[in-house]
Every structure is written in structure tokens, then in C-alpha cells.
């Protein structure tokens, strides 16, 4: 429940989102309807990303973004899923390094374990999230990566 809670936190709160979410069910619901855009951008300043990795990770350009921030109230269904599971990634990351600035500078860089990919890279899709995840889950429990 506390990463639920961190993941509420970082996109926004229930002053953003509209409502409290209390579990995964809410957060799907969440998502189908669509993110706001407010919540976005609570996530883009909150993780300190800049514009082109930010729109580089909602699947979009930096020029769609900056046309969002002027009009566009809710998120799709796909961007809303992509934040979401960025959000979550990060606080899987939080959990295992016990601060966000630790976090970030592991996800930010190629990762043995990975391949020598770059984690909040290959997290863009479903699989290399899980793939992610996994790395992240071997590392807490101190498996050699």
C-alpha cells in the first residue's frame, strides 16, 4: 500500500487526480479515463525531467506538449498508461535506493544487469518494465545482477 500511496503522491494526489485511489482496481480506473494533464505535469517536475525525456516518454513531441499544457484536460488512454507506469517504475527505484535522487541517477543510466540498456529506456514498454522490475526486485534482495 505505500508504494500505491508514493505512486498517488507523485502524480498528483487526490487534489489532482480527483480522487483518492486506495488500490490497483482505482488506479486502472484512473487510467482508463485519463490521466489530467495536470498530473503530468505534476510528474515532470516532481521527477525533475526535462522536455525531451518527458515527451520522449509519453510517445509524443516536445511541440505536443507544450500545445497539452495550453488545452488538452485529460490524457489518452495510452499516455495515461505510459505515466503510470513511469510513476511506477520510479517508486519501485525509490524503494530499493530509499531516495528519489539515488533512483533517478540509477534509472538514468546503462545497467549490467540490463543489458547495458538504460532503464527508464528500455521501461517504455510492458516487457522491459518487467524487465526492470526484475533488476530492481534482484537487487533489493541482494542477488548478484
Known sequence: MLAQSRVQEILGGPQVLGRKVSNLADFDALVRDGLPWASARHVKEALDLSDELFASWLETSQRTLARWKKSRPKLSLATSDRLYRL???????????????????????????????VPLELAKTEPGAREVENLLGRLEYGVVS
Open 87 to 117: 510513476v511506477s517504475i520510479v517508486v519501485l527505484a525509490c524503494e530499493v535506493f530509499e531516495e528519489l535522487d539515488a533512483a533517478m541517477r540509477w534509472l538514468r543510466r546503462p545497467q549490467v544487469g540490463l543489458g547495458g540498456r
